[in-house]
């Protein structure tokens, strides 16, 4: 039996893939974790065979996270499911030890093929994925002022560049408003970025958002 535990906290997305994976797999154990907490006790206390894990789950990033899995169980296969586009998390979670990365728009089957690939030891990254890839693997790859940021500041940039308030970040990340406000000052330092709109025009012309 292949168990396979699913991370998100919306009931309706975990049901969703519960269902989709019941369908899909002849013989399959479905967990459900509707938090940072609960995925890292279910993690610990059984055996999976893979791990699907969203970016965004409160009050922690689905990258931290991620990375706590992998230290748990450096072999579990760890597929990321987020609404978040390709050119602004794939290539860190790639590098965090996830195992694919998709996004939540694209087809179940293509679910269920990706799941197929991680469960045999393989990686799973889409055609425009590998030659974001290829170009980061470049001896002479320009390193851009936004992969100096560490995770959570990479996302507070990219909230931040979507039009959000440092109290609606707060809000969503389960921060306060002055830790996140501490996370923006150290943004435009690492990126030389003055100014909110300065920001938001470098995240648009670099595909961070759309």
Known sequence: MTGILIVD????????????????FDAVKVGEAENAWRALELVRAQEWDAVI?????????????????KN???????????????????????????????????APRELVSALKLILKGRKYVSATLAEKLADHLGSDAEVQPHEKLSDREFQVLCLIASGKSIAGIAAELCLSAKTIATFRARI??????????????????RGLVE
């Open 53 to 69: 894990l969203d970016i965004t789950i409160p009050p922690r990033s689905g990258l931290d996270i991620l990375k706590e899995i």
């Open 188 to 205: 435009l330092e690492k990126t030389g970025i003055k100014s909110n709109a300065e920001l938001i025009r470098y995240a648009i012309k």
């Open 9 to 24: 906290d919306h009931p309706v997305v975990r049901q969703g893939l519960r269902q989709i994976l019941e369908t899909e």
């Open 72 to 106: 748990e169980r450096p072999k579990l296969p760890v597929l990321i499911l987020s609404i978040h586009p390709e050119n602004q998390y794939a290539v860190r979670a790639l590098r965090a030890g996830a195992s694919g990365y998709m996004t939540k728009e694209s």
